[in-house]
């Protein structure tokens, strides 16, 4: 089993910054593509960022030169920097990890989700 867990969300006044953190444990092998998404009230979950193993990253065009995706691999740990926040960016952000994890004697891929994190930005 792999447990991703999120901090670094609160409440921020539009213009202001947060970061992010996830760090996965557990029976981990490698990890591969890492990303967050979010979900606002009434709205499906949607990607925000992606960073794969070597460093490539894509973002979500609404978020493109504000936040910025980063990722330790040696902590297995993934950021997510935000500045320039607005309103529109009030959400739950989860972070997402594609996990190649130890299964007995063997390896086995999957995917894990985080609790979430609450990132509320005012007016």
């Known amino acids: 089993q792999v447990q991703l867990v999120e901090s670094g969300g609160g409440l921020v006044q539009a213009g202001g910054s947060l970061r992010l953190s996830c760090a996965a444990s557990?029976?981990?092998?490698?990890?591969?593509?890492m990303g967050w998404y979010r979900q606002a009230p009434r709205k499906q979950r949607e990607l925000v960022a992606a960073i794969t193993r070597g460093g490539s990253t894509n973002y979500a065009d609404s978020v493109k030169g504000r936040f910025t995706i980063s990722r330790d691999n040696s902590k297995n740990t993934v950021y997510l920097q935000m500045n320039s926040l607005k309103p529109e960016d009030t959400a739950v952000y989860y972070c997402?990890?594609?996990?190649?994890?130890?299964?007995?004697?063997?390896?086995?891929?999957?995917?894990?989700w985080g609790q979430g994190t609450q990132v509320t930005v005012s007016s």
């Open positions: 997402h990890a594609d996990v190649k994890e130890w299964v007995g004697l063997g390896t086995y891929d999957s995917d894990y």
């Open positions: 557990g029976s981990i092998f490698s990890i591969n593509a």
